[in-house]
């Protein structure tokens, strides 16, 4: 049974010291982010692509400053939350038990984010120089495969990981549950690099193949977790 008591960590000192490495995270990523837009501003195009469809087309465009200001608030936003989510969640005792995952999976975000916002201004300021869309494919395929790698040492929750209400129900669904999800994830992750070069439209169909999988694969092996755990117990 859980009290509301449970919500909240048991140390000060272990909540400072996660707070400290997420503000820091936090600080680095804003200031990786704001420098280079404020030293190229003005080589920067005013107009200029920030999303590609899967034939390598660019379908969004976007103004520099609201592009740049976007940048700046996402990670503000999202770290904003990290901190936030052990201290509301009802299983926030166990983020103790993850937190240099749950620290990790911070850092792989802004490491993305600061990737994908170089890629496109670098792109835009070299007049659209090498293929993004391959490029943020890639990025994908290692972030799934990290985000995998990890997977099994996350913790129940409510924020984080495959939060379906069968892995939920007791601990040992959800540890069976992230065992699987993580090799899934883990294998999709690394198919995504080397489909990432295909030409389209078998590389959207491989993608859209992936995707499901990531997803659908967890949710049922969670579902049928819980279900031979109940006929076990029965």
């Known amino acids: 049974s859980m009290s509301l008591s449970d919500g909240f960590p048991h140390s000060l000192q272990e909540v400072f010291k996660m707070n400290r490495r997420i503000l820091s995270a936090a600080l680095l990523t804003l200031i990786l982010t704001a420098l280079p837009a404020a030293l190229f501003y003005e080589q920067i195009p005013a107009h200029f692509p920030i999303h590609w469809g899967f034939n390598g087309i660019a379908d969004r465009w976007q103004e520099k400053n609201e592009f740049i200001l976007f940048m700046i608030g996402v990670p503000v936003f999202f770290h904003a939350a990290a901190l936030l989510l052990p201290r509301v969640d009802p299983l926030g005792s166990n983020y103790r038990r993850f937190a240099s995952v749950y620290e990790f999976y911070i850092i792989l975000f802004d490491i993305f984010m600061l990737a994908v916002f170089a890629a496109i201004i670098i792109n835009a300021m070299t007049h659209f120089s090498f293929c993004m869309d391959t490029f943020i494919l890639i990025l994908l395929g290692i972030v799934f495969a990290s985000m995998g790698n990890y997977m099994p040492l996350l913790r129940r929750n409510f924020f984080i990981g495959i939060r379906t ?48 999988a990531l997803f659908f694969i967890p949710m049922l092996a969670s579902f049928l977790f819980t279900t031979h755990l109940f006929h076990n117990k029965s």
């Open 165 to 212: 209400p069968w892995a939920l129900r007791s601990e040992e669904t959800w540890n069976k549950t992230h065992r699987v999800a993580g090799r899934c994830w883990f294998t999709c992750g690394l198919l995504m690099i080397p489909c990432s070069f295909l030409g389209d439209p078998l590389r959207m169909y491989i993608f859209l193949l992936l995707f499901s």
